[in-house]
T-cell receptor, first 115, second 114 residues
Framework: KQEVTQIPAALSVPEGENLVLNCSFT??????LQWFRQDPGKGLTSLLL?????REQTSGRLNASLDKSSGRSTLYIAASQPGDSATYLC??????????????FGGGTRLMVKP | GAVVSQHPSRVICKSGTSVKIECRSL??????MFWYRQFPKQSLMLMAT?????????EQGVEKDKFLINHASLTLSTLTVTSAHPEDSSFYIC??????????FGDGTRLSIL
């Protein structure tokens, strides 16, 4: 069974700092890995999707890396802003059983960027 | 981009009431839809997977008679929480996908049972 762990569970930083969120997974047989943002009481916004054959993806101030063999991914946020405050979720997609492709989510990192 | 609409966004009702939540894919045909539940400060837990025209596949520990899922068309799936009780209060999120495409998520439904 796939397990996804995110560290740290919570993070508070002053505005302007660069920061790294970590995600690890136990089964490296994944199709892809996605990073999502979730604001309080809201749904999920997909930030970056990395296919299993890729090493990284970039979007604006966000950069996500994937090391499938070691079961790790990082989300790098440059020059953090108060508007970045949210919960960041990592999810891996794969076939863990006969039910077909499914996403397994980590527990999330709650980020607070202080002005 | 692909849009998934979930309705209602918020429900408050008395214990014993049955509540129906709708999930619609607005601009694509969703061959598969997923229902997740999220408790406060916890991550999303998959409840069930449904393919159009087939019975839903429920995750271990999820009561299929409690959480009725209908995926009658390629654009609509419904989750009905039957005889809801306070412990069913949670945030329910659906997602939908076309074959071999990423999942797209709805905005979630906050269910509060009094």
């Amino acid at each position: 069974k796939q397990e996804v762990t995110q560290i740290p569970a919570a993070l508070s930083v002053p505005e302007g700092e660069n920061l790294v969120l970590n995600c690890s997974f136990t089964d490296s047989a994944i199709y892809n890995l996605q990073w999502f943002r979730q604001d309080p009481g809201k749904g999920l916004t997909s930030l970056l999707l990395i296919q299993s054959s890729q090493r990284e993806q970039t979007s604006g101030r966000l950069n996500a890396s994937l090391d499938k063999s070691s079961g790790r991914s990082t989300l790098y946020i440059a020059a953090s802003q108060p508007g970045d405050s949210a919960t960041y979720l990592c999810a891996v997609e794969g076939v863990w059983d006969n039910a077909g492709n499914m996403l397994t989510f980590g527990g999330g990192t709650r980020l607070m960027v202080k002005p | 981009g692909a849009v998934v609409s979930q309705h209602p966004s918020r429900v408050i009702c008395k214990s014993g009431t049955s509540v129906k939540i709708e999930c619609r894919s607005l601009d694509f045909q969703a061959t598969t839809m997923f229902w997740y539940r999220q408790f406060p400060k916890q991550s999303l837990m998959l409840m069930a997977t449904s393919n159009e025209g087939s019975k839903a596949t429920y995750e271990q520990g999820v009561e299929k008679d409690k959480f009725l899922i209908n995926h009658a068309s390629l654009t609509l799936s419904t989750l009905t929480v039957t005889s809801a009780h306070p412990e069913d209060s949670s945030f329910y999120i659906c997602s939908a996908r076309e074959t071999n495409q990423p999942q797209h998520f709805g905005d979630g439904t906050r269910l509060s049972i009094l």
